[in-house]
């Protein structure tokens, strides 16, 4: 807090919609330029002492799990500073609910950490950007938003990085689907219902454990008469780990599938089944079997709890199911 009583928080940008107009993309300082012009009672630097870096200024699809260590490094170097409060990460809506639970497993802190996006260019019609950004340094502001991990503050709402999901185009487009919001940002305060229980930043067991690649995971769906050669094709190109987007509720594959990823595993490669239905945890049977049991996760945080679990030199189907049991 700077001697005015302001919060100071680091914007990391990462690019996309929320920096994106009909004329190419800005800086967050020229975002923050213009929603001061436009709305100048919002005030937003008389209420929150910003420093900005901008570690990437492109579209979230071209992200990769390597730019995952580039901004969970950034993140880190700030959060990590005394004279630091928060740290907001502005990112493109495809890949975010991946990156949200990244930095939600690795980062160690216990100060908010908050990530926005947009689902419509900013300066266009409808644009909800500038207000969820606005809304995003709220909640970094709060006084009871840290320790709860990376969240994701969209359309006055906000989800966990863990089970934040992006289901559509629309500003409302982003929901947790099993266990709903954390929170809401209403007119007269920021809001927290419920925290999240499993591990993560300051308790994860994979903060700060040093990475310099990830490992290729590849992601498999199962559908009547699926075949094993996407499953074998992987293995044959040496992948360090599977996930099977399998039916629901158990995540099975079929039986095609199911003995291609029984070799697999036998073979060392990790193989995590998790459920097409998006709802409801995955029982883990009492008799092992070789695979691991995706929990509740859909398979875009299946794919990021495999990967990040497997860059940090967790092997084997009983410690790769105790972190799915955990986090």
């Not at 490094?73 to 495809?94: F, N, S």
């Not at 998006?278 to 509740?296: M, Q, S, Y």
Request: hydrophobic share 40%; with cysteine; proline share 4%.
């Amino acid at each position: 807090m700077d001697s005015r009583g302001r919060r100071r928080i680091a914007i990391v940008s990462t690019g996309g919609t929320i920096a994106n107009t009909p004329d190419g993309r800005l800086s967050i300082d020229d975002v923050v330029d213009t929603i001061e012009t436009q709305h100048p009672e919002v005030a937003i630097r008389d209420r929150f002492d910003l420093v900005v870096e901008e570690v990437e200024r492109e579209a979230a699809e071209a992200f990769t799990p390597k730019t995952w260590l580039g901004i969970a490094r950034t993140v880190q170097q700030w959060i990590d500073r005394d004279d630091i409060d928060a740290v907001v990460v502005t990112h493109g809506t495809y890949t975010v609910e991946e990156t949200a639970y990244f930095l939600h497993l690795t980062v160690d802190t216990s100060k908010p950490l908050v990530l926005t996006c947009s689902q419509r260019k900013h300066g266009t019609l409808g644009n909800d950007g500038d207000h969820n950004f606005v809304d995003a340094l709220r909640v970094a502001a709060a006084s009871d938003a840290g320790g709860i991990g990376a969240v994701l503050v969209v359309n006055e709402e906000i989800h966990s990085g863990r089970d934040v999901v992006k289901v559509s185009r629309r500003p409302g487009g982003f929901v947790s689907p099993a266990l709903g919001a954390l929170g809401s940002v209403d007119e007269d305060r920021v809001i927290l219902y419920r925290r999240p229980m499993r591990r993560h930043t300051s308790s994860s067991d994979l903060a700060r454990t040093a990475r310099e690649a990830m490992p290729t995971v590849e992601v498999v769906a199962t559908h009547p008469g699926a075949s094993a050669a996407a499953i074998d094709d992987a293995v044959a190109r040496g992948v360090a780990g599977i996930v099977i987007q399998g039916y629901a509720f158990s995540g099975r594959p079929g039986p095609e599938q199911l003995a291609a990823a029984a070799q697999a595993s036998k073979r060392g490669v990790a193989v995590v089944l998790s459920s097409r239905g998006g709802e409801g945890r995955i029982p883990v049977p009492a008799t092992k079997d070789g695979l691991v049991r995706g929990d509740n996760l859909p398979t875009s945080k299946a794919f990021v709890l495999l990967t990040t679990a497997l860059a940090a030199g967790i092997e084997g189907r009983d410690a790769l199911q105790a972190i799915f049991d955990t986090h």
